[in-house]
Nanobody, 126 residues
Framework: QVVLVESGGGLVQPGGSLRLSCAANGFTLDYYAIGWFRQAPGREREGVSCIGSNGRSTHYADSVKDRFTIFRDYAKNTVDLQMNNLKPEDTAVYYC???????????????????WGQGTQVTVSS
């Protein structure tokens, strides 16, 4: 069973930075595309960024381009999301997800999600 665990959420002021990490419980992330999604109160869940198993194919929602960076740490078996210049509209619960077919852009389309994490809260407020 694929189990994902997110960490790194918290409260940050506008313009600040946070780094989220997605880890796997008992298996390797190397063969999965991994994506980050978020859901704000009263809104639908949306894809933020995703990365293929090769670590080179990355995709971003327009709202986070040039501010967020997704990358793999193969040694730690994690996929991290570095979020810079955070805005209040980035406030949401952030989830990581896996796609077993290694569709690197699955977070921005309708490709299936194999597994979800439990989510971590990110709040951007002064």
């Amino acid at each position: 069973q694929v189990v994902l665990v997110e960490s790194g959420g918290g409260l940050v002021q506008p313009g600040g930075s946070l780094r989220l990490s997605c880890a796997a419980n008992g298996f390797t992330l190397d063969y999965y595309a991994i994506g980050w999604f978020r859901q704000a109160p009263g809104r639908e869940r949306e894809g933020v960024s995703c990365i293929g198993s090769n670590g080179r194919s990355t995709h971003y929602a327009d709202s986070v381009k040039d501010r967020f960076t997704i990358f793999r740490d193969y040694a730690k078996n994690t996929v991290d999301l570095q979020m810079n210049n955070l805005k209040p509209e980035d406030t949401a619960v952030y989830y990581c997800a896996a796609n077993a077919l290694d569709y690197s852009n699955f977070c921005l389309g309708t490709e299936p999600v194999t597994a979800w994490g439990q989510g971590t809260q990110v709040t951007v407020s002064s």
